[in-house]
């Protein structure tokens, strides 16, 4: 079984520049999520989708964030205009379902703001 | 809200000699609690998790982790580390939807 596959692994940009982040779930799973892991902390939960729904997006900054999950496989996470603070690894994870299914995640993408 | 306290940001141990990693929480309710391992360049693994009876939990690679939830604890155990297990090691609170992970643990082995 194929994993979670993201892309780029890495980008480096200038501020005020945008990008994208694209995520390929595992096969037939339902729930998708982005998280951003900042240099030494734990992942944080940006975005979370349920097919091409969105179920929580409260930790997402919409001023400049924005994500969209069509047809409710392939995920892409925008930024514009990145700043410096974005820089950070991107994750992509999905699981069947949401109650008490494991999430698995991709390798994610290192962006580098400057 | 829940959060996650790992208190240790780097570990080093000798290759055979036993680990712990310390983490504690805070949950309103009975905790869902999970420990993740991140190799270098890698997403996150699984080793295991808690969500209610034995208090010890066994997962994968070796790797055992005890509840206590008179000291809010879920410390992750392994008698005997191994080169390949140095790796960041996340203690993780929360529903598998809305997880929140401490700062991390960076495992260091020595030979």
């Known amino acids: 079984e194929a994993g979670v596959a993201q892309s780029p692994r890495y980008k480096i940009i200038e501020k005020r520049q945008s990008v994208a982040f694209w995520c390929n779930p595992i096969s037939g799973h339902a729930t998708l999520y982005w998280y951003q892991q900042i240099l030494g902390q734990g992942p944080k939960l940006l975005i979370q989708f349920q097919n091409n729904g969105v179920v929580d997006d409260s930790q997402l900054p919409k001023d400049r964030f924005s994500a969209e999950r069509l047809k409710g496989v392939d995920s892409t996470l925008k930024i514009q205009p990145a700043k410096l603070e974005d820089s950070a690894v991107y994750l992509c994870a999905s699981s069947p379902w949401t109650e008490n299914y494991e999430q698995y995640f991709g390798p994610g993408t290192r962006l580098t703001v400057t | 809200a829940q959060s996650v306290t790992q208190p240790d940001i780097h570990i080093t141990v000798s290759e055979g000699a036993s680990l712990e990693l310390r983490c504690n929480y805070s949950?309103?309710?009975?905790?869902?609690l999970f420990w993740y391992v991140q190799s270098p360049g890698q997403g996150l693994q699984l080793l295991l998790k808690y969500f209610s009876g034995d208090t010890l939990v066994q997962g994968i690679k070796g790797f055992e982790a005890e509840f206590k939830r008179s000291q809010s604890s879920f410390n992750l155990r392994k008698p005997s580390v191994h080169w390949s297990d140095a790796a960041e090691y996340f203690c993780?609170?929360?529903?598998?939807?809305?997880?929140?992970f401490g700062a991390g643990t960076r495992l260091t082995v020595k030979p």
């Open positions: 993780a609170v929360g529903p598998f939807w809305d997880m929140r």
């Open positions: 949950y309103g309710a009975t905790p869902y």
